[in-house]
């Protein structure tokens, strides 16, 4: 299993970015998808998870500006990133987990200038 994202770059404070994770090899239901970031001297942090069903979950923080969504038939993974805030900046991952084992993206670099 390969997961290969982007999307990532340089943006403004209030800007908007949408990340992809394209994933590659056995990909079977049922699954979780993911986005992570990880910010300089930081652990890496949840952001969102989507389920093959289509349930979400969000790290409070991106609540509202942040919305995660799938398209199962090309086995891609989404992240809308809206109003986005200089402290949103961080190393983004993307990450498969399927019958326990997790799979994880090279990361995306998302910067935002205040």
């Known amino acids: 299993v390969q997961l290969q994202a982007s999307g990532g770059g340089l943006v403004q404070a209030g800007e908007s970015l949408r990340l992809s994770c394209a994933t590659s090899?056995?990909?079977?239901?049922?699954?979780?998808m993911g986005w992570y970031r990880q910010a300089p001297g930081n652990q890496r942090d949840l952001v969102a998870t989507i389920t093959s069903g289509g349930s979400t979950n969000y790290a409070d923080s991106m609540k509202g500006r942040f919305t995660i969504s799938r398209d199962n038939a090309e086995n891609t993974v989404y992240l809308q990133m809206n109003s986005l805030k200089p402290e949103d900046t961080a190393v983004y991952y993307c990450?498969?987990?399927?019958?326990?084992?997790?799979?994880w993206g090279q990361g995306t670099q998302v910067t935002v200038s205040s």
């Open positions: 990450r498969l987990l399927q019958s326990g084992n997790a799979y």
């Open positions: 090899g056995s990909i079977f239901s049922p699954d979780v």
